[in-house]
């Protein structure tokens, strides 16, 4: 494998594990660090995901809108800032899907479309479908995210935007990969 095109792949990995460890960042390091170096860690990793775009599902402008959010935020309430974060992800994933859901093809049918070029109608349908599942899901995980961090412990949101809210992206995908599994064996997508 050459080095470009490894390149992208580290990227992406770099990107996943500074989302999936930036919660716990907060939660040890805010009673040390300054809510600045926690939100310009926030704008950090952005900016890995921001790097790794490709022409993927969720456009750069959302990726784009995180930091000015964050900023504005920060002067008004600096801890609410450095918790907005994962928030702040789930709406821009939420409109993006939403956002494809009106200007087609869906964010679902473009990934489906990697694999498998030709599409049924009877798929473009259910890619419609679990497009729209998405959107839901982001939009109930940025309410609760945005819940636990106005009115829950430091401790409950982290254990949600660290942890359940990936356990529950982990069962939706895996739960979308046994119904397609399924309704190809009854009539092929």
């Known amino acids: 494998m050459r080095s470009s095109a490894l390149m992208p792949s580290l990227v992406a990995v770099v990107a996943g594990i500074c989302s999936v460890l930036y919660p716990f960042a907060v939660y040890f390091g805010l009673p040390y660090l300054s809510p600045v170096l926690l939100v310009a860690l926030a704008v950090g990793v952005g900016a890995f ?32 800032a450095v918790q907005a974060y994962p928030t702040l992800v789930s709406i821009c994933l939420a409109a993006t899907f939403g956002w494809s859901l009106v200007h087609p093809p869906t964010a679902i049918e473009r990934i489906a479309r990697l694999s498998t070029p030709d ?46 809210s990936y356990l529950l992206i982990g069962f939706l995908f895996a739960g979308e990969v046994v119904v397609r599994r399924w309704r190809s064996q009854r009539s092929p997508l």
């Open 49 to 80: 995901h921001l790097l790794r775009r490709q022409g993927g599902v969720m456009p750069r402008w959302g990726f784009l809108l995180i930091p000015c959010a964050l900023l504005a935020l920060l002067a008004a309430r600096p801890v609410l």
């Open 119 to 164: 599409l049924s109608a009877e798929a473009i349908g259910y890619t419609r479908s679990v497009t729209q599942v998405w959107m839901i899901f982001f939009l109930a995980n940025a309410s609760i995210a945005c819940a636990c961090a106005l009115w829950a412990t430091m401790a409950i949101w982290t254990l949600w935007t660290g942890f359940v």
